[in-house]
């Protein structure tokens, strides 16, 4: 006869092959990787200092 099926090790693979799918569908939901994000970031905040320098005080 088979060994018995461990139920643990088949839920588990099973996460691990709906995860890249899972990955695919959140990229394409929310747009953005890690690397745009910091530069997004990085401009942002290089806008926030031109007009900081830019401020007349009253």
Do not use: C, I, W, Y
Not at 37 to 47: C, D, F, H, V
């Amino acid at each position: 006869m088979s060994e018995p099926m461990n139920l643990n090790k088949f839920r588990k693979a099973k996460a691990r092959a709906e995860k890249p799918v899972r990955a695919a569908q959140n990229a394409v939901k929310f747009g953005r990787n890690k690397a745009q994000k910091r530069l997004q970031k990085t401009l942002n905040a290089a806008q926030v200092q031109h007009l900081d320098q830019h401020k007349r005080d009253p």
